[in-house]
């Protein structure tokens, strides 16, 4: 087993510009879900992917947007940054329900 | 959506002594799952219990839950340097929604 891997791990932008972050889901595992944790916070839910399809979203605004690929990777989309999305940006991917999910190391992401 | 709480939120002990840690949320959930997380990095799944299961151990950790009082602990039973680590509570609701809700978890710091 890989794990989940992300990318890249560190990223710096500025307010206005656009990002894409990247997860390579754990071999087998169909379900990728994506988190933002905010410094001293717990993770929050931004969305999920199913077999390429969103299967949920959290209180995120449109321009946090993502996709799944056929190999069940998956980015990240965020435009018009803004200071507030200053955070640790979360992958997890699991192969079924009731099964608990496999964490990536992240993607730190400081808009500035 | 619910989201955990953690009790408390920081706690400190020594090495060789035993950590409790307390979760409680408000409606009802499939599963609820306990995740460990090292200064700001990926989370490591500890243990995930089902709504209808009381209790499960993995190693030194055990694991309650009490639906109708809507609570959960997490016990570390003599703990290492290497348990220094902030947990969280995650809930799954069920009823076609897998989005974890994370409380903001707690501080645990493992003296040697």
């Known amino acids: 087993e890989t794990g989940v891997t992300q990318s890249p791990t560190h990223l710096i932008k500025t307010r206005g510009q656009q990002v894409t972050l990247r997860c390579s889901s754990q071999?087998?595992?169909?379900?990728v879900s994506w988190y933002q944790q905010a410094l001293g916070q717990g993770p929050q839910f931004i969305f999920q992917y199913y077999r390429e399809e969103e299967n949920g979203r959290g209180n995120f605004p449109p321009r946090f947007s993502g996709l799944q690929f056929p190999n069940y990777s998956s980015e990240l989309n965020v435009n018009a940054l803004e200071l507030d999305d200053s955070a640790l940006y979360l992958c997890?991917?699991?192969?079924?329900?009731?099964?608990?999910?496999?964490f990536g190391s992240g993607t730190r992401l400081t808009v500035v | 959506s619910q989201q955990g709480e953690e009790d408390p939120q920081a706690l400190s002990i020594q090495e060789g002594e035993n950590a409790t840690m307390n979760c409680s949320y408000k409606?009802?959930?499939?599963?609820l799952q306990w995740y460990r997380q090292n200064s700001g990095r990926g989370l490591v799944h500890l243990i995930l219990?089902?709504?209808?299961?009381r209790e499960k151990h993995s190693g030194r950790l055990r694991v309650t839950l009490d639906t109708s009082k809507k609570s959960s602990s997490l016990l570390i039973t003599a703990s290492r340097a290497a348990d220094t680590a902030s947990y969280f509570c995650a809930l799954e609701p069920g009823a076609g929604s897998y989005q974890l809700t994370f409380g903001k978890g707690t501080k645990l710091s493992v003296i040697p």
């Open positions: 219990i089902r709504s209808n299961e």
């Open positions: 409606t009802s959930i499939n599963n």
């Open positions: 071999s087998g595992h169909n379900t």
């Open positions: 997890a991917s699991s192969p079924r329900d009731n099964y608990g999910y496999t």
